[in-house]
Nanobody, 123 residues
Framework: QVQLIESGGGLVQAGGSLRLSCAAS????????MGWFRQAPGKEREFVAA????????YYADSVKGRFTISRDNAKNTVYLQMNSLKPEDTAVYYC????????????????WGQGTQVTVSS
C-alpha cells in the first residue's frame, strides 16, 4: 500500500508561484509513474502533468505547458509541481497520483491518490 500526502497549496495572486510537494510512503515509489491532476468546483478531475519512473520524461497539459514543471526525487520519495505565472483559472484542488502506466493523462490509470491540496489564485 502506498500513501500520498500533498502539501504546498495556498492563496497567491495572479502571476505568482507555488511549489507543491507529494510525499509517498512505502518502498514502491520508485516503481510508480507519478502525475498531478486538479479539480475545480463543479468540474471533473483533469490532468496537469506526469513524470516517468526515472524522471527523464515529463508530460504536460497544454494549459500549463511552459508555466508548470514536474520533477521527482526518488531518494526522498517525493514528486514536485513548480507552478509559475499562475492564473485565476488554475484555482483548484490539486491531487497527486501514482500508477503503473508511464506518462498517462487518464485518471483511471492511477492506482494511488493523495487527499489533495487547495490552490487559489486571486486576480
Amino acid at each position: 500500500q502506498v500513501q500520498l500526502i500533498e502539501s504546498g497549496g495556498g492563496l497567491v495572486q495572479a502571476g505568482g508561484s507555488l511549489r507543491l510537494s507529494c510525499a509517498a510512503s512505502g518502498r514502491t515509489f520508485r516503481r510508480l509513474s507519478m502525475g498531478w491532476f486538479r479539480q475545480a468546483p463543479g468540474k471533473e478531475r483533469e490532468f496537469v502533468a506526469a513524470i516517468n519512473l526515472s524522471g527523464g520524461s515529463t508530460y504536460y497539459a497544454d494549459s500549463v505547458k511552459g508555466r508548470f514543471t514536474i520533477s521527482r526525487d526518488n531518494a526522498k520519495n517525493t514528486v514536485y509541481l513548480q507552478m509559475n505565472s499562475l492564473k485565476p483559472e488554475d484555482t483548484a484542488v490539486y491531487y497527486c497520483g501514482g500508477g503503473y502506466l508511464s506518462g498517462s493523462s487518464v485518471v483511471d490509470h492511477y492506482t494511488y491518490w493523495g487527499q489533495g491540496t487547495q490552490v487559489t489564485v486571486s486576480s
